[in-house]
């Protein structure tokens, strides 16, 4: 009447419409283990977001396989309570077979349901963290954006920023800005030694572990661009790091903010 744990765990974790026989056990295995690293992925990324001062770069192909799971996890939960819904009890006989059947529906029903909204507060806190480093600097992302063409935003965020900016800056202009001269209308202005542009603090103190054998920023210090006028701070390294594999460090964040962007560091 009732399942091992182990095989409701299986069943749940088994894709939907797939063939019987050794050919969909290997495709299991491989889609269990691409769910897995995806996961580990994208708890990673929103753990770096968090721990990060400045925008990280969006991971749009994660973002995609993610949301592509969650989905597919929504139409099979819909469709398990439907059925559970539709189902009824033709005699007696079968009446404990059909209880124990429901009892296992209803475990992995519920299954199915804490694991979509654990993914779902990983994608919804991520995003709200990106939303509101974008909206506190608003104008530096949208210059970053559009001087260096980075990948820094997807075009969803790309598009609430424009839209965010343009609204602050109506807003400003029939508030107080309208009584100014031209000359000091603009809410870019880099002129007098002066810059209104505001942008995270690169110098920010992050904790984080190395995940290659060994690690150096030498070429992040020679390599960086020092030479983008509408940012408020340097993006190139100022002091030269060396890691091994497993070390944590408290460290300024510009030192390692290439790093990792590349995934040879992970923030804690």
């Keep these: 009447m009732d399942l091992d744990i182990s095989d409701i765990l299986a069943d749940v974790s088994r894709p939907s419409g797939g063939i019987s026989g050794s050919t969909n056990s290997i495709s299991h295995s491989a889609t269990d283990t691409d769910t897995f690293v995806d996961h580990q992925l994208l708890v990673r990324a929103w753990t770096s977001e968090r721990c990060a001062p400045d925008l990280l770069p969006y991971p749009e192909d994660l973002m995609g396989r993610v949301m592509s799971r969650v989905q597919n996890q929504i139409i099979r939960i819909e469709d398990m309570a439907s059925g559970m819904g539709d189902g009824g009890f033709s005699s007696a006989a079968n009446f404990g077979d059909q209880k124990g059947s ?20 990983l994608v919804r806190s991520l995003l709200r963290i990106r939303l509101s480093k974008l909206t506190k600097h608003a104008m530096h992302y949208l210059r970053l954006t559009e001087d260096r063409k980075s990948l820094y935003l997807s075009s969803a965020e790309t598009q609430f920023v424009r839209n ?15 009584a100014f001269p031209t000359s000091l209308k603009r809410l870019d202005d880099v002129s007098g030694g002066a810059n209104m542009v505001e942008g995270p603090d690169l110098g920010s103190a992050v904790v ?11 070429d992040d210090i020679e390599n960086g661009d020092d030479s983008n006028a509408t940012t408020t701070t340097t993006t190139a390294a100022s002091v030269e790091l060396s890691m091994r594999r497993g070390e944590i460090w408290i460290v300024r964040w510009r030192d390692v903010k ?4 590349r995934g040879e560091i992970e923030l804690l």
Excluded: K, M, P
């Design 164 to 178: 965010h900016q343009a609204l602050l800056a109506e807003f400003y202009d029939s508030s107080f800005l309208s």
């Design 258 to 261: 290439a790093g990792v962007e």
């Design 102 to 121: 429901t009892q296992n529906s209803n475990l992995i029903l519920s299954i199915l349901q804490t694991d979509l909204g654990r993914t779902q507060f």
């Design 208 to 218: 984080v572990r190395c995940l290659v054998e060994f690690w150096r920023n030498d």
